[in-house]
């Protein structure tokens, strides 16, 4: 396939993000403001109460575009007149909004790293006011962007190390296919073919062409010359417009050995593939790779394990989170200060939905032979961990600055990296496609004093 990448990269402003809400996070903060609540310090927790049906471990994905979106949380004039005309909030909320500007700290798991159910993803400490208005968007960001991940990250482990291209863009949202591109690289795919995503984060692009570009012409013959002459031998052709065998012959005629790679779209693929490829090593093509696409998930990129396939392109089942199109993560309000400005923890109780008060701190314990066998939670103080025991919450932003290293093609680079090396320490139930527990257990530590 041919293919581009963002080698230059300019930050751009920070996206607005202020709307990005629900109406009631201003009508919470209006009310605290009123009862003079609203600026005690708040501690909030994102946290999975459970991992989707059947799966093993999450993938935590968006903290890069979320730190983004942070910093450009602000209320313009515009946004304030709209607050003010729908009548939404008062005069003293619309005022406080006016100098808005996040100032408290954020932590969180590393983005690309595994999670599993309690662990807390992120963790807000600011005063109530700044933290409340930041939940809704902190939770739509993460619930998608972990979702895609979680899904890609299953499909790459199917893989067993051929390329997985992200080729979902049609099947979803403008803005959710950027974001989804990105997160399908965090966990694993090689590139995309969304040109947005290549721009925004350095994510290598691909592609070539439809059965729309092969109808086109009088022939496929035509077609493919068209193609070869325009972008090289190297090009991948799409061979299942017609009949792929008659395809397959007329490409290496017109390409020669050089043939970069044919794409199967469509049929028996497991079938095809064999076909193709006994094919393609008759014509002498011996090097020319079988790219195959046409609804791949997991399961049917497992089932070509043994098909002598070199990629996959995967679309509507990735960008949809492959059957679990959310994280179900919540966030909550787990400690504040009093009246006398001492901190207190506090819980949900309501069944079901329960959740643990307190500040926690979060740790990976690890075995001799460094793969992971709990998740451990420390609630009020950090968990004691030995010598191989891994530390899992990063500081984001301090006192309202965000720190380097977690945005743009750099966070993208840094999650991937992170992605790889938390799915290795995993135990080998992980990389199992059937259904089953998570991986590990999640365990409380108290703080007794």
């Known amino acids: ?28 903060l209006q009310a605290s403001l009123h009862s003079g609540a609203a600026h005690r310090s708040a501690v909030f927790e994102v946290f999975a109460r459970r991992l989707p049906d059947g799966r093993r471990y999450g993938v935590v994905a968006g903290t890069g575009r979320l730190l983004e979106g942070i910093s450009g949380f602000r209320f313009s004039e515009t946004e304030l007149g709209f607050l003010e005309r729908a009548r939404v909030v008062n005069r003293e909320t619309l005022d406080y909004l006016a100098d808005f500007r996040f100032s408290g700290d954020v932590w969180g798991y590393a983005e690309g790293e595994a999670y599993f159910p309690n662990s807390p993803i992120l963790i807000v400490e600011s005063t109530f006011a700044e933290a409340c208005i930041l939940e809704t968007y902190l ?165 070509l394990a043994a098909a002598p396939v070199d990629s996959y392109g995967v679309g509507t089942a990735l960008v949809t989170g492959s059957g679990a199109p959310t994280a179900s993560m919540v966030y909550k309000l787990v400690s504040r200060t009093d009246d006398d400005g001492e901190f207190v923890s506090v819980a949900k109780a309501a069944k079901n939905k329960q959740s643990v008060g307190g500040r926690k701190y979060a740790l990976r314990r690890l075995d001799e032979r460094g793969t992971a066998t709990t998740e451990v939670i420390g609630v009020g103080r950090p968990p004691m961990g030995d010598s191989n025991d891994r530390l899992l919450l990063e500081h984001f932003i301090v006192k309202g600055e965000l720190q380097p290293g977690w945005t743009g093609p750099e966070g993208v680079e840094r999650a991937r990296a992170r992605h790889e090396a938390s799915i290795a320490e995993l135990p080998a139930s992980a990389r199992r496609m059937h259904r089953g527990e998570a991986v590990i257990p999640t365990v409380y530590l108290e703080d007794r004093e």
């Open 1 to 28: 396939m041919t293919s581009s990448s963002s080698k230059e990269y300019s930050p751009q402003e920070p996206p607005r993000t202020s709307l990005f809400t629900d109406h009631y996070e201003l009508t919470m």
């Open 139 to 303: 939770l739509s960001v993460l619930n998608h962007d972990s979702a895609i991940a979680s899904a890609a990250s299953r499909m790459t482990i199917a893989a067993n190390g051929r390329p997985c291209i992200e080729m979902g863009s049609r099947r979803t949202h403008e803005e959710a296919a950027v974001a989804a591109a990105r997160a399908a690289v965090v966990a694993g795919f090689a590139s995309t073919s969304n040109l947005e995503a290549g721009l925004r984060y350095g994510i290598r692009t691909v592609g070539t062409a439809a059965h729309s570009f092969t109808l086109l012409h009088d022939t496929e013959r035509a077609a493919f010359e068209a193609q070869i002459a325009s972008m090289g031998a190297d090009t991948t052709l799409l061979v299942d417009t017609y009949d792929v065998e008659s395809a397959v012959r007329a490409a290496v005629e017109i390409a020669g050995e050089r043939l970069g790679a044919v794409r199967l779209d469509s049929g028996d693929l497991i079938g095809q593939a064999h076909s193709v490829r006994r094919l393609l090593d008759e014509l002498g093509n011996v090097n020319t790779r079988i790219v195959v696409t046409s609804d791949l998930d997991e399961y049917a990129i497992a089932a």
